[in-house]
């Protein structure tokens, strides 16, 4: 049974560790600020679950378990309310995203 | 195996770092400032337990809530000043 749960930990743990690197890179080589975002907030839910769930299972049933959940449950509340503020800002200042072969900039005037 | 995600996060904290760096608008930086926050929750996360230092993860819960606050209050303060600027289009329903 430990080794199980080592074993799910560790695909946990290493899928986590794939989906932040991934993110990383997609945020500093997408073209523009809205594919960017999208790289990001999926680094901030999908890699933050799979890291945090992993260290949980490693941990068992003890408090650090408890504020891991704690944790987890922030950061799943904050991170899209930050991503939607930071894209609506984005779009209220005049950054429009671009469709197709629009040019940037051409539609906001 | 936590070695793997702790250098996993190290890399993609100095990769927010470059995009912070040279990001074209103001919101790409704080985009990567975002990213960065929470790579430092996960990166405390995860030494706290490298180290079998436990008491680590009550700086990553605080740090997860400081980074949110930070984040929206940076974000309040340029909306007012571009609504102050004279937008270029106000939506009418907005106005805070």
Known sequence: MTTVIDILSWVFLTGG????????LGALRM?????RMHAA?????MGAVLV???IMLQA???LATIKLAAILLFLLLTSPTAS???????????????????RPGGASE | MYYAVTIATLITMGLALVRALLGPSIYDRLLAANMFGTKTVLFLSVVAFLYGRPDF?????????????????????????VDNNGAKKNTGEQNS
């Open chain 2, 57 to 81: 993860l009550d700086l990553a819960l605080v740090y997860a809530l400081i980074n949110f606050i930070g984040v929206i209050a940076v974000l309040e303060f340029i909306r007012e000043r």
């Open chain 1, 60 to 62: 068992g049933l003890t």
């Open chain 1, 41 to 45: 907030s999926l680094t901030d839910t």
């Open chain 1, 31 to 35: 073209p523009n600020l809205y594919t």
């Open chain 1, 17 to 24: 560790g794939l989906f932040v690197f991934i993110g990383g």
């Open chain 1, 84 to 102: 939607n503020a930071l894209a609506s800002a984005a779009i209220l200042s005049g950054l429009q995203p671009q469709e197709g072969t629009v």
């Open chain 1, 52 to 54: 945090l769930v992993g």
